[in-house]
């Protein structure tokens, strides 16, 4: 992902102001796309790099070199992975899921821990109670491990190679999780925030020797692999008020022709659609230029330097 700052120009000049938040993204779950329903590109092929999942699956990455796999109306899987029953179960909900291996490296099985990434719509608030839920089932034949887990990190992850994340679940399924053939089962709890967290990374976080495992026979697979669906994170009344910092926008000092750089928008690698984490510096904007009506704006973007001139150009118009 890009990040583009905008900086922006202030002279004190009549300006009529509209704008808002889009309605969909006001909402108690700070997890953008909760249910893999919208994508980058479509869907169609099989993914045999973190990077491929990353491309396709919108506001969600891979933090390694490992993939998981997306599935849903076009996509169309591999006949030596669909005969071991890959894409045989329907989503919790809506039209798509994602599946990742959590277990078998032991086994020598390729990719044997894959994690999903997300950056959440707002930073993590320390102090504050959280909810956590995910629903998850399993291929037919999988193993039946604990582990599943929520890490929440103050910073994106993103390695090249397909090892084990040895990060700290702040909530994680203790016992092992058997799912009914055909159904779904919530893996869910609740944590304290100790740090200001912008991304969550679901997955198994432990290797297969502090693993608990059921089905070690000969009628299930070496692996175990499960398909996530309806992540949810929410704040647990009551609600903490956000911390304030000195360099703040709501805390900046307005003059004539002040540079003011926003910190925080986001957009997807090689787009110009702003991230949802991104509304949280514009709300402040927005309520900035409603105290200060007669305020005009200067919008300037740029990207990194990746990328041939004309086109970045491009893409920082677009992006402003």
């Known amino acids: 992902m890009r990040k583009t700052y905008l900086f922006l120009l202030f002279a004190v000049l009549s300006f009529p102001l509209a704008a808002q938040v889009p309605a969909d993204e006001v909402t108690d779950n700070i997890v953008p796309n909760p249910g893999f329903e919208r994508f980058s590109s479509n869907p169609i092929g099989w993914f ?63 990719h044997c821990r894959e994690y999903v990434q997300a950056q959440l719509a707002e930073p993590l608030v320390v102090g504050q109670d959280y909810y956590v839920e995910m629903w998850v089932n399993q291929l037919p034949r999988s193993l039946d491990v604990n582990n599943l887990g929520f890490h929440f990190s103050p910073t994106k992850v993103d390695i090249t190679t397909d090892e084990l994340l ?6 994680r399924s203790e016992e092992i999780v058997e799912v009914a053939k055909g159904r779904w089962q919530r893996v869910s709890g609740t944590f304290t925030a100790e740090a200001e967290a912008e991304y969550l990374l679901i997955g198994n976080f432990f290797d297969d020797d502090h693993t608990r495992v059921a089905g070690m026979d000969d009628e299930h697979l ?84 990746k990328g041939a001139d004309n086109y970045n150009m491009y893409l920082s118009r677009k992006r402003a």
């Open 222 to 305: 070496k692996y175990a692999y499960y398909y996530l669906d309806d992540v949810l994170v929410k704040k647990i009344p009551p609600i903490l008020p956000v911390p304030v910092k000195p360099d703040d926008l709501t805390k900046i000092e307005l003059e004539e022709g002040k540079i003011v750089r926003l910190k925080h928008l986001y957009f997807e690698f090689d787009k110009y659609e702003l991230h949802p984490r991104s509304y949280v510096e514009l709300r402040k904007l927005v309520s900035l230029m409603k105290a200060n009506p007669s305020m005009v704006i200067q919008v300037n973007g740029h990207t990194d330097n």
């Open 48 to 110: 045999y790099k973190g990077e491929h999942f990353t491309k396709v699956m919108k506001y969600w990455s891979s933090p390694t070199g490992a993939s998981p796999d997306v599935f849903g109306p076009k996509v169309r899987v591999p006949a030596s992975w669909a005969e071991k029953d890959f894409g045989k179960e329907t989503p919790h909900n809506g039209g798509a899921m994602v599946g990742i291996t959590v277990y078998g490296c032991v086994d020598g099985k390729p």
């Open 166 to 171: 040895p990060l700290p679940p702040q909530v």
